[in-house]
């Protein structure tokens, strides 16, 4: 069984730039959530994918946007990157969005100069 | 809405020592509650959870049981090792069926 892998896993930008992050989801798993970790802080929900869908938001700004792919993968888009979006961002897959086990990936980190 | 707090850390121990991370939360019903493990440059895995009040947790020596009369689902470990040093979260659902965590807990085990 293939667990929750993410690209890359290190990424540098400069501000105003837009960085595409991706992730595929465990084997079986159909539904995809991304989270934003801050150094020395826990993960904050940004958005979960069901079914090609956004199915839930957490405090993210627009330019913060998401897709889901058919065969369960996903990507994180940001736009107009800015010196905070500097972080660990992480993807977690479950078997459907009622399943509140979630497993994450190893994680993408980005920093943005 | 639904939320995690943690004890906050760091917490350094001797080897074999008794681990303790307090865990309270605050939620409609009685959801699952997880316990999360970061080492040093990974992402986080799954270390236990519970999916119902009075449910006990287990894995690799760790145990915690969800408590509903205190709300609490606090982390233990009778004999840690130095390979247990990482972070520690606790989680529970959201108010959108993500992960809501606390804040953390940095362990420190010294040989």
């Known amino acids: 069984e293939t667990g929750v892998t993410q690209s890359p896993t290190h990424l540098i930008k400069t501000r105003g730039q837009q960085v595409t992050l991706r992730c595929s989801s465990q084997?079986?798993?159909?539904?995809v959530s991304w989270y934003q970790q801050a150094l020395g802080q826990g993960p904050q929900f940004i958005f979960q994918?069901?079914?090609?869908?956004?199915?839930g938001r957490g405090n993210f700004p627009p330019r913060f946007s998401g897709l889901q792919f058919p065969n369960y993968s996903s990507e994180l888009n940001v736009n107009a990157l800015e010196l905070d979006d500097s972080a660990l961002y992480l993807c977690?897959?479950?078997?459907?969005?009622?399943?509140?086990?979630?497993?994450f990936g190893p994680g993408t980190r980005l920093l943005v100069l | 809405g639904n939320s995690v707090t943690q004890m906050e850390g760091p917490v350094t121990l001797s080897e074999e020592a008794f681990l303790t991370i307090n865990c309270t939360y605050t939620?409609?019903?009685?959801?699952?509650l997880f316990w999360y493990v970061q080492y040093p440059g990974e992402g986080l895995q799954l270390l236990l959870k519970?999916?119902?009040?009075?449910d006990k947790g287990s894995n690799k020596g760790f145990e915690a049981t969800y408590r509903k009369e205190t709300t609490s689902f606090h982390l233990e470990k009778g004999s840690v090792q130095v390979s247990d040093s990482a972070v520690y979260f606790c989680?529970?659902?959201?108010?959108?069926?993500?992960?809501?965590f606390g804040s953390g807990t940095q362990l420190t085990v010294l040989p």
């Open positions: 939620a409609t019903g009685y959801p699952s």
């Open positions: 084997s079986g798993h159909n539904t």
């Open positions: 989680a529970g659902p959201g108010s959108a069926r993500q992960l809501t």
């Open positions: 519970a999916t119902k009040a009075d």
């Open positions: 977690a897959s479950s078997l459907d969005p009622r399943v509140e086990t979630q497993y």
């Open positions: 994918y069901y079914r090609e869908e956004e199915n």
